[in-house]
């Protein structure tokens, strides 16, 4: 196990090799989920119909820059996100449980999504202007608007206008809806997957390396796909709009599922599960491996006394 540094900077390099594969998607994703809002059903748009259908209709109308509009905010908000959610999960939930039970070995459950969850919102939390800025960048087209349109030049001018406009308040506008979100997600991201490895480890008898981590990501990733998309939805509503259209996080989610249906929540699961899955495999993946490239350079640069602290 790498130095809660480490293990910070290992989460983030590899959070940003994920996002840069993933981020059309996300952006298709916003957009559905934007679009047809607060629309009795029947009179919603249908601009984008899927994954891939939304991803062609933005690289053919607005080009390859359209559909990685936000990619600067995005790789800040990952680095922050899961940097702290792969930094200081394992700190927390070893402490916890070696408070509890004694031995920093012991796994459980309810430790481990408590730790999953708190270590996602505090990542949640410190990036929540980057992810507003990214979502008002993303769902900015114009060919096919959808939602409240924000045109700003790029992420640093978002960031000034939002300040400008509303002071810190503004910037940190849905961060609740935010919290929320990625608490779900950080919840059962890391438990789903080790439960998954320690399982496909023990019944299956895979051994560590490429293969396991593949396939306790992609078990991993459809779980927190599942449990996180209907906050996703509202935070993301939070996000663009413009004044109060929305008071808070259940508002908003009343307001939906009134106007919409119930399914309005799940708006844009599709391309949110062709994001994730990769996302998340990439993530974990490149996680384990980042983690014994900084353990290597720690072993290197670091005294043996601090390293056999952690």
């Given at each position: 196990m790498s130095t809660t540094a480490g293990a910070f900077i290992a989460g983030g390099i590899a959070a940003c090799g994920a996002v840069t594969a993933t981020h059309p998607f996300e952006t298709v994703k916003i957009r559905m989920q934007l679009q047809g809002e607060l629309q009795d059903k029947g009179?919603?748009?249908?601009?984008?119909?899927g994954p891939v259908h939304g991803v062609s209709v933005i690289v053919r109308n607005e080009g390859l820059r359209g559909i990685y509009r936000g990619l600067g905010c995005?790789?800040?908000?990952?680095?922050?996100?899961?940097?702290?959610?792969?930094?200081?999960y394992e700190p927390m939930r070893s402490?916890?449980?070696?408070?509890?039970f004694k031995d920093p070995k012991t796994q459980s459950l309810g430790i481990n999504m408590f730790c999953g969850a708190a270590s996602g919102i505090l990542g949640a939390a410190a990036g929540s202007p980057f992810f507003?800025?990214?979502?008002?960048?993303?769902?900015?087209?114009?060919?096919?608007p959808v939602g409240?349109?924000?045109?700003?030049?790029?992420?640093w001018d978002g960031l000034s206008q939002i300040y400008r406009a509303e002071g810190v308040r503004g910037l940190y506008r849905g961060v609740g809806a935010a919290m929320i979100r990625t608490g779900f997600g950080s919840s059962v991201q890391l438990p789903t997957y080790f439960f998954a490895k320690r399982?496909?480890?023990?019944?299956?008898?895979?051994?560590?390396?490429?293969?396991?981590?593949?396939?306790?990501?992609?078990?991993?990733?459809?779980?927190?796909?599942v449990v996180m998309h209907p906050p996703d939805?509202?935070?993301?509503?939070?996000?663009?709009?413009?004044?109060?259209?929305?008071?808070?996080?259940?508002?908003?989610?009343?307001?939906?599922?009134?106007?919409?249906?119930?399914?309005?929540?799940?708006?844009?699961f599709l391309p949110h599960l062709a994001r994730i899955l990769p996302h998340t495999i990439l993530t974990l993946s490149l996680a384990e491996q980042t983690n014994k490239?900084?353990?290597?350079?720690?072993?290197?640069?670091?005294?043996?006394?601090?390293?056999?602290?952690?």
């Open positions: 009179h919603q748009p249908r601009l984008y119909r995005a790789y800040i908000y990952q680095v922050l996100l899961n940097g702290c959610r792969l930094g200081f402490t916890l449980t070696n408070v509890i507003l800025a990214k979502t008002r960048l993303q769902s900015f087209s114009p060919f096919l409240t349109q924000h045109n700003y030049r790029n992420a399982r496909l480890v023990r019944h299956l008898g895979m051994e560590e390396g490429p293969a396991l981590h593949l396939a306790s990501s992609t078990a991993s990733g459809f779980v927190v796909c939805t509202i935070m993301s509503r939070l996000y663009n709009q413009n004044g109060n259209l929305y008071k808070g996080v259940f508002d908003c989610l009343a307001k939906t599922i009134k106007t919409e249906g119930f399914f309005a929540i799940y708006k844009g490239l900084i353990r290597k350079l720690e072993n290197r640069i670091l005294p043996a006394s601090t390293l056999k602290s952690v």
